[in-house]
């Protein structure tokens, strides 16, 4: 069986002068496969990243491993705590107001120096160098006068040193009410038929403040650098954000699942020696990001989310009522809403009370079967 050990890593301080800290479960493999790194819940709400990464340890002590598995449930000690009544708030900093997860520094600054200096350099060189150049400047970062750092960042930048230990990065996510998708970058895009979710989002190669971009984006960056000097290198990091349906709940069943969507992906990438874990046989569909569509809702009120999670609805199909009651003697208190384009609901807003503008729905179009 193998050993867990544990480590809490100070991420900052509270007002009563108290260490906030986040637990950091490591597992070691033999030394010959990827390094990887999974972290959850960088939102309050998103609790199911927590099931997973236990079923992922539970299983991962019984399996044979080539990778060292670094896993972080509770990446946000301050998001998943700030509580308003029965509801879990922690998707943005309270302070600031900024996303907790458009938090991560975008290293790619970085790439055309080192490519300078590095033209005639093996790969395994290039990597080493460019993973100890990222941990140097994160750190840096870090260490610079605690008056010049606020609290999302220095969360994120103690996350984001984690990760770039890696070559492997799973951020696990939920939405509001939501189907299972995967935002996959592009060059990556034949791993993402190794995990068990449906539908794909392929992002391109550019810096949003997410986990997984902050991850990938400078080693794309470098590829693509290293291209236009007639030299062929692979991105050598892999990273996604994974998307595991609602939030505010767990399934330790449907965790199951996911953990072992997780497994099969380890298992092709090397990471788990003589495993059983292989992906469902599905039809998996994607999008590029600039064709998943927000739907914002037209008019105020209150809502009967219609198209179902994951369906295909046709243009002009019916994909909500909002119903009225302050115009019940003035004009037709419910209204239907429709969608112009053939598309696949992924998500909708938690609350059936809406405002005019609030993001009701995000629909994949022009979607493809990978």
């Known amino acids: 069986m193998n050993q867990i050990s544990q480590e809490n890593i100070q991420v900052g301080e509270i007002a009563n002068g108290l260490p906030l800290s986040i637990p950091v479960y490591r597992i070691k493999g033999n030394g010959n496969g990827p390094k990887v790194y999974i972290q959850a819940n960088m939102h309050g709400a998103e609790v199911q990243?927590?099931?997973?990464?236990?079923?992922?340890?539970?299983?991962l002590k019984q399996q044979t491993l080539a990778s060292d598995?670094?896993?972080?449930?509770?990446?946000?000690?301050?998001?998943?705590?700030?509580?308003s009544g029965e509801f879990t708030l922690g998707r943005f900093d309270p302070i600031t107001g900024?996303?907790?997860?458009?938090?991560?520094?975008?290293?790619?600054?970085?790439?055309?120096?080192?490519?300078?200096?590095?033209?005639?350099?093996?790969l395994d060189e290039i990597k080493s160098a460019f993973r100890a150049l990222l941990l140097e400047q994160t750190q840096t970062m870090l260490d610079a006068p605690a008056y010049s750092i606020d609290t999302g960042k220095r969360?994120?930048?103690?996350?984001?040193?984690?990760?770039?230990?890696?070559?492997?990065?799973?951020?696990?996510?939920?939405?509001?009410?939501s189907a299972k998708h995967l935002y996959c970058p592009e060059y990556a895009k034949t791993s993402a038929s190794y995990f068990d979710i449906p539908h794909v989002l392929l992002i391109p190669n550019a810096f949003g403040g997410a986990l997984d971009e902050a991850s990938f984006c400078?080693?794309?960056?470098?590829?693509?650098?290293?291209?236009?000097?007639?030299?062929?290198?692979?991105?050598?990091?892999?990273?996604?954000?994974?998307?595991?349906?609602?939030?505010?709940?767990?399934?330790?069943?449907?965790?199951?699942?996911?953990?072992?969507?997780?497994?099969s992906y380890l298992t092709y990438k090397n990471a788990l020696i003589d495993s059983a874990f292989k992906p469902l046989s599905m039809v998996r569909y994607a999008c590029m990001l600039d064709d998943c569509i927000a739907y914002y809702a037209p008019m105020g009120g209150m809502v009967e989310?219609?198209?179902p999670l994951g369906g295909h609805i046709e243009a002009g199909d019916t994909i909500a009522h909002i119903l009225r009651m302050e115009r019940y003697l003035s004009e037709h208190p419910l209204q239907a809403l429709t969608f112009d384009q053939n598309a696949i609901t992924i998500l909708h807003f938690a609350s059936a009370s809406v405002n005019q503008g609030t993001e009701l729905y995000k629909f994949f179009t022009n979607y493809f079967e990978l």
């Open 49 to 59: 990243g927590n099931a997973v990464i236990y079923q992922l340890l539970e299983t």
């Open 69 to 83: 598995i670094t896993l972080v449930p509770y990446a946000n000690p301050i998001g998943c705590n700030q509580k």
């Open 98 to 122: 900024t996303n907790w997860n458009r938090m991560y520094h975008n290293h790619t600054a970085l790439v055309n120096e080192f490519v300078a200096q590095h033209s005639e350099s093996s």
């Open 155 to 177: 969360i994120a930048l103690n996350l984001q040193r984690l990760a770039h230990e890696a070559d492997i990065v799973l951020d696990l996510h939920t939405g509001p009410i």
């Open 218 to 263: 400078p080693w794309w960056s470098l590829s693509e650098a290293f291209k236009q000097q007639g030299r062929d290198i692979p991105v050598l990091v892999e990273a996604f954000t994974v998307e595991l349906g609602s939030q505010e709940k767990i399934d330790l069943a449907e965790a199951k699942h996911d953990a072992n969507s997780i497994l």
């Open 305 to 307: 989310y219609v198209a």
